[in-house]
């Protein structure tokens, strides 16, 4: 294990992230809010540690894949020791766990929350929580990577061990490239959106901090009825578009806006078209049995239920309605769409469409091999013959995915006495969806959880966000060999 390199590595990235704790510090000074003292304390610590693990000299050899492993996973973690600080410096989350939990879960861009009244909040501290989930959502490392050209540590192992999805696309020759085209794109769409919300009716400083809590499939919001407190349907549909578009992988939308406009980036992708279809049956399927068991208006109707299924499929979290009022079947296919997620190389969670898409084509395959023994059928994907050893590993994550999921809920249980809270809040973390079913439902936060169950839920979340493998991989005795 390279330590000195990685050492080196995380000062890098604790030192990013001092830097953009200056913004939340200037606005504080500029309010004149009691929290600016909180936010400075929080620099000077951060930046003190950065500076310290900056001057470690670099290891002679280059980072193996198990470096890498290990590098993303603490410098998530470390993200969330800094992202906390302010919180618990200005008092605003008095409680350390709660803290970290509440840091965790912008960073991950999970948004479960333990705070019970949001409005209250500094704005110098509800820009910073939305913050951390923008930073989340495309990625620290890879921002890292993006930024520090001269970070020399074996970007493509990174890469791939943070950006979520069965492979890493490298778009350009070199890796920090591949990282500054995500970046710019993202941002692109970010800006977009910040202008739409603000001429539809938010304040500047309500839609940048929803932007950034969109573009990362995040879900805080400045409010605490979320994105209900606007009652405004055109801000609704502006955001489901807008979760829609995130939760698709960001490859296509750089072939899209340079390299020509066409169209058949996005149509040719066998992923998308899946993830679509999947967003169109729900959306019809949940509303017609809802207005046909209780009526009601349907143009409100469709709206809460395209809205509701974006936030959920895109793990983002923002709430117009409470779905715990749904039939049960809309409940169900809530619960399904949390835990199949957005599309790969999107910001969205969950075990992603494209690997839920191939293990449907595979067990079509299976079942017709088991009715005619001698046809020879290989699954594609756009034309392309997927390699049985692929389908194996997708079929490994996903088992990998529901053993977590069914350890952490019997870990969780030790202190929560309700399964479906214990389910779904587990469910919600691995999936950093942020809200679940039970008393962490849509109406609910998490505050009420105990201590122990907060900081499983928190590992869930970086486990979720890093997709099982690049965290527990951590524990294998061999890894830790030389």
Request: overall charge neutral.
């Amino acid at each position: 294990m390279q330590f000195k390199t990685i050492f080196k590595a995380l000062g890098m990235i604790t030192g990013i992230l001092s830097i953009i704790l200056l913004i939340p510090t200037c606005y504080a000074f500029i309010s004149e809010t009691s929290d600016f003292m909180a936010f400075l304390v929080s620099f000077a610590i951060s930046f003190f540690i950065s500076t310290v693990l900056v001057f470690i000299p670099k290891s002679k050899s280059n980072l193996k894949a198990r470096d890498s492993y290990a590098l993303v996973t603490f410098g998530w973690i470390a993200a969330g020791f800094v992202g906390c600080l302010p919180y618990y410096f200005s008092g605003c989350i008095p409680s350390f766990t709660d803290a970290y939990f509440e840091s965790i879960s912008g960073f991950t861009t999970t948004g479960a929350s333990i705070l019970t009244d949001i409005e209250s909040m500094p704005p110098a501290i509800l820009l910073w929580r939305s913050a951390t989930q923008w930073l989340g959502g495309m990625g620290i490392i890879v921002f890292a990577l993006a930024v520090i050209p001269h970070l020399n540590i074996g970007g493509m192992s990174i890469f791939q061990a943070e950006v979520p999805g069965p492979t890493a696309e490298k778009l350009t020759p070199r890796i920090q490239d591949t990282a500054k085209v995500l970046w710019f794109v993202y941002l692109i769409f970010t800006v977009i959106l910040v202008i739409l919300l603000w001429i539809s009716g938010m304040t500047l400083f309500e839609a940048i901090n929803h932007s950034f809590t969109t573009m990362s499939t995040g879900g805080f919001s400045t409010s605490n009825s979320s994105v209900a407190g606007f009652h405004s349907p055109l801000i609704e549909w502006i955001i489901t578009l807008f979760m829609i578009i995130a939760g698709v992988n960001f490859a296509l939308h750089y072939r899209f806006l340079f390299q020509g406009w066409k169209i058949g980036e996005y149509t040719r992708d066998s992923e998308l078209r899946f993830y679509l279809l999947v967003i169109v049956i729900s959306i019809t399927t949940i509303a017609a049995i809802i207005w046909i068991r209780e009526g009601g208006n349907i143009a409100t109707l469709i709206r809460d239920t395209s809205f509701t299924v974006a936030s959920i499929l895109t793990t983002t979290g923002f709430g117009t309605a409470d779905y715990e009022l749904w039939p049960v079947y809309g409940q169900f296919i809530l619960m399904f769409l949390m835990i199949m997620g957005g599309c790969a190389g999107s910001t969205a969670g969950g075990i992603k469409s494209i690997r839920f898409m191939l293990v449907l084509k595979y067990m079509y395959v299976e079942t017709l091999k088991m009715i005619h023994p001698n046809l020879i059928r290989t699954v594609k994907i756009q034309d392309s013959v997927v390699e049985r050893n692929v389908l194996a590993n997708i079929l490994g994550f996903i088992y990998l995915y529901t053993a977590v999921m069914i350890v952490s809920v019997l870990l969780v249980s030790i202190e929560t006495n309700d399964m479906i809270t214990a389910l779904g809040s587990v469910i919600a973390s691995l999936g950093n969806i942020g809200p679940g079913f039970g008393t962490v439902g849509p109406t609910e936060n998490y505050a009420h959880l105990g201590s122990f169950t907060k900081w499983i839920l928190s590992m869930d979340m970086v486990m979720g966000r890093l997709e099982i493998l690049t965290f527990l991989v951590l524990f294998l005795p061999h890894t830790w060999k030389k």
